[in-house]
C-alpha cells in the first residue's frame, strides 16, 4: 500500500509519465484503505494525465476503486458482479452447549459485541443495529461516489445493484464501463499512447519506480517525519516471527527510538488494529504518551482502530481516519471457559489444590465461578472499562459521560 500511494503521488508530477494502467485484482483489504488508495488515483487522475483500470473479476470493492480511473475496462467475458452489501454475525452458543463448554463472559459495553459470539445463539438488537448502521455508511458512500465518478444519480446507481447486471454489453452501453477489450487489445492501445517502440509499450513497473526519489519532484519537505506502522491484533508477546500481531516489546523500543532521534521533527503512527489485550495497549498508550509530549504525534488510522487499537491512537496530539476506518469500541470484553461437563463426557477428571481465597479464580476451569469470584470478575472488569473510558475521555478532552454514548460501540464516519 505504501509502495501503490508513493508511485502514484510522484507520477502526477514526473513529466516523463504519460499515464498509467492498471490491472485490479480482486482485494483482500477494508474499505477504509481501499477509499485511501482511491484518493491517490484521483490525484493522479487530476494531473490530467491518462489512468486506465483493467478488470477480470470485480465486485463492489474492485469497481469502487476502478471509478477514480479516467477509463474502466473489462474483458469482454469478465465477471462483474455488482449486487450490494452483506454483513454476517456468527453465533457459537449452542455448538458449545452441545460438546459441554460453558463461556463465562463479562462484558461491558452494550455494543461491545465481541462476547456474543460465544454467549448468544442469534444476533442482539445493539449488535444489529450498530452493523446496520456501519453498512448504510459504506452503501451511502458507495452510492455518492461511484455517481458522481461515472455520471449518474444515486438512484441509479442503487438501480444497478438492485437489478443483479450480469451482462458486459449491458454495463458498457448503460455508462458503467468505458470499454471491453482483452489484454493483447490494451496493450496494442499502450504502444500508441506511449510513444514507444512499434512493438512494444514504454513502461516502467511498480518495484522499479518505488525506487525513484521522491526528492527528484520536490516532494520530500525540510523536515523528517517519521512513520511508524503498527498493524494486528493486539498481544503481550509474539508467537514468533511473522506472527502479523501489535506488541509492547516491538513497538515500545521504536517509540523510544524516535523520541530520542533529533532529526525526527514528528511522527505519524499508522494503526490498522481491531484491539487486543488490554495491558499490551496501555503500556503502548503510555509510550507514545511520552513520545507526543517531546514532538508532534499523529495517528493516521487504517481499515479498522476499535478497541485496543482506539487506545493506542488517542495518545496522540490528533486522530485523522479515513471515513469507513471503523474505530472506537470503548470497552471491555474478558471471560473464560467452564468444561465440566465437557470433561465428564470425555472421562477427563481434574483436582485442584489451592491456597488463599481465589487461587482458583481463573485456573478452575472445571466449575463455575463461586459468587464471590463472580462478583470480583465484574468488578475487576468494570475497573478496566473505567480506566479505558476515562483515559480516552482525558485524551479527547471530553466529559466522561460523552464517553458512554452507546458504550462499546464501534463507528464509521
Given at each position: 500500500?505504501?509502495?501503490?500511494?508513493?508511485?502514484?503521488?510522484?507520477?502526477?508530477?514526473?513529466?516523463?509519465?504519460?499515464?498509467?494502467?492498471?490491472?485490479?485484482?480482486?482485494?483482500?483489504?477494508?474499505?477504509?484503505?481501499?477509499?485511501?488508495?482511491?484518493?491517490?488515483?484521483?490525484?493522479?487522475?487530476?494531473?490530467?494525465?491518462?489512468?486506465?483500470?483493467?478488470?477480470?473479476?470485480?465486485?463492489e470493492k474492485e469497481y469502487y476503486l476502478a471509478s477514480a480511473f479516467q477509463?474502466?475496462?473489462?474483458?469482454?467475458?469478465?465477471?462483474?458482479?455488482?449486487?450490494?452489501?452483506?454483513?454476517?454475525?456468527?453465533?457459537?452458543?449452542?455448538?458449545?452447549?452441545?460438546?459441554?463448554?460453558?463461556?463465562?463472559?463479562?462484558?461491558?459495553?452494550?455494543?461491545?459485541?465481541?462476547?456474543?459470539?460465544?454467549?448468544?445463539?442469534?444476533?442482539?438488537?445493539?449488535?444489529?443495529?450498530?452493523?446496520?448502521?456501519?453498512?448504510?455508511?459504506?452503501?451511502?458512500?458507495?452510492?455518492?461516489?461511484?455517481?458522481?465518478?461515472?455520471?449518474?444519480?444515486?438512484?441509479?446507481?442503487?438501480?444497478?445493484?438492485?437489478?443483479?447486471?450480469?451482462?458486459?454489453?449491458?454495463?458498457l452501453a448503460e455508462g458503467w464501463l468505458d470499454s471491453l477489450k482483452y489484454?493483447?487489445?490494451?496493450?496494442?492501445?499502450?504502444?500508441?499512447?506511449?510513444?514507444?517502440?512499434?512493438?512494444?509499450?514504454?513502461?516502467?513497473?511498480?518495484?522499479?519506480?518505488?525506487?525513484?526519489?521522491?526528492?527528484?519532484?520536490?516532494?520530500?519537505?525540510?523536515?523528517?517525519?517519521?512513520?511508524?506502522?503498527?498493524?494486528?491484533?493486539?498481544?503481550?508477546?509474539?508467537?514468533?516471527?511473522?506472527?502479523?500481531?501489535?506488541?509492547?516489546?516491538?513497538?515500545?523500543?521504536?517509540?523510544?527510538?524516535?523520541?530520542?532521534?533529533?532529526?525526527?521533527?514528528?511522527?505519524?503512527?499508522?494503526?490498522?488494529?481491531?484491539?487486543?489485550?488490554?495491558?499490551?495497549?496501555?503500556?503502548?498508550?503510555?509510550?507514545?504518551?511520552?513520545?507526543?509530549?517531546?514532538?508532534?504525534v499523529v495517528a493516521c488510522m487504517g481499515d479498522v482502530a476499535a478497541s485496543?487499537?482506539?487506545?493506542?491512537?488517542?495518545?496522540?496530539?490528533?486522530?485523522?481516519?479515513?471515513?469507513?476506518?471503523?474505530?472506537?469500541?470503548?470497552?471491555?470484553?474478558?471471560?473464560?471457559?467452564?468444561?465440566?461437563?465437557?470433561?465428564?463426557?470425555?472421562?477427563?477428571?481434574?483436582?485442584?489444590?489451592?491456597?488463599?481465597?481465589?487461587?482458583?479464580?481463573?485456573?478452575?476451569?472445571?466449575?463455575?465461578?463461586?459468587?464471590?469470584?463472580?462478583?470480583?470478575?465484574?468488578?475487576?472488569?468494570?475497573?478496566?472499562?473505567?480506566?479505558?473510558?476515562?483515559?480516552?475521555?482525558?485524551?479527547?478532552?471530553?466529559?466522561?459521560?460523552?464517553?458512554?454514548?452507546?458504550?462499546?460501540?464501534?463507528?464509521?464516519?
Amino acid at each position: 500500500m505504501p509502495q501503490l500511494t508513493d508511485a502514484l503521488e510522484k507520477a502526477a508530477v514526473d513529466p516523463r509519465v504519460k499515464g498509467i494502467a492498471v490491472e485490479i485484482n480482486p482485494l483482500a483489504i477494508g474499505w477504509a484503505k481501499v477509499q485511501e488508495l482511491r484518493r491517490y488515483v484521483k490525484l493522479f487522475r487530476d494531473s490530467g494525465k491518462f489512468s486506465i483500470a483493467y478488470m477480470k473479476t470485480a465486485g463492489e470493492k474492485e469497481y469502487y476503486l476502478a471509478s477514480a480511473f479516467q477509463e474502466v475496462v473489462v474483458a469482454p467475458t469478465g465477471n462483474v458482479r455488482l449486487a450490494g452489501f452483506s454483513v454476517a454475525g456468527t453465533f457459537l452458543r449452542g455448538v458449545l452447549d452441545k460438546v459441554g463448554v460453558e463461556p463465562q463472559v463479562q462484558r461491558i459495553g452494550a455494543y461491545k459485541s465481541a462476547g456474543d459470539q460465544l454467549l448468544r445463539r442469534d444476533m442482539s438488537d445493539a449488535q444489529r443495529e450498530q452493523l446496520g448502521e456501519l453498512l448504510d455508511d459504506i452503501y451511502e458512500h458507495f452510492l455518492d461516489t461511484v455517481a458522481e465518478a461515472r455520471g449518474k444519480t444515486r438512484e441509479e446507481v442503487a438501480g444497478l445493484l438492485d437489478r443483479g447486471v450480469y451482462d458486459n454489453e449491458v454495463l458498457l452501453a448503460e455508462g458503467w464501463l468505458d470499454s471491453l477489450k482483452y489484454e493483447d487489445e490494451i496493450t496494442d492501445d499502450l504502444k500508441k499512447r506511449t510513444g514507444g517502440k512499434e512493438d512494444e509499450v514504454a513502461k516502467v513497473g511498480l518495484s522499479r519506480y518505488s525506487k525513484v526519489s521522491r526528492g527528484a519532484f520536490g516532494l520530500n519537505g525540510k523536515k523528517r517525519i517519521a512513520v511508524l506502522r503498527a498493524g494486528g491484533a493486539i498481544v503481550g508477546k509474539a508467537s514468533g516471527v511473522g506472527s502479523g500481531s501489535i506488541t509492547p516489546e516491538a513497538i515500545i523500543p521504536k517509540l523510544r527510538a524516535l523520541a530520542k532521534d533529533k532529526k525526527i521533527a514528528g511522527v505519524v503512527l499508522r494503526v490498522d488494529s481491531p484491539g487486543g489485550d488490554a495491558l499490551a495497549s496501555d503500556l503502548m498508550w503510555r509510550e507514545i504518551q511520552q513520545l507526543a509530549a517531546k514532538k508532534p504525534v499523529v495517528a493516521c488510522m487504517g481499515d479498522v482502530a476499535a478497541s485496543g487499537g482506539y487506545y493506542m491512537s488517542m495518545a496522540a496530539q490528533a486522530i485523522v481516519a479515513q471515513p469507513l476506518t471503523i474505530t472506537g469500541s470503548i470497552g471491555v470484553v474478558t471471560g473464560k471457559f467452564n468444561l465440566a461437563e465437557l470433561y465428564e463426557r470425555v472421562g477427563y477428571a481434574k483436582t485442584l489444590l489451592s491456597r488463599g481465597k481465589f487461587a482458583e479464580f481463573l485456573a478452575a476451569d472445571n466449575r463455575s465461578f463461586n459468587e464471590e469470584e463472580a462478583s470480583l470478575f465484574e468488578e475487576s472488569a468494570q475497573f478496566a472499562y473505567r480506566s479505558f473510558r476515562d483515559k480516552a475521555a482525558a485524551s479527547r478532552k471530553m466529559p466522561v459521560s460523552d464517553m458512554q454514548v452507546r458504550p462499546g460501540a464501534a463507528w464509521c464516519r
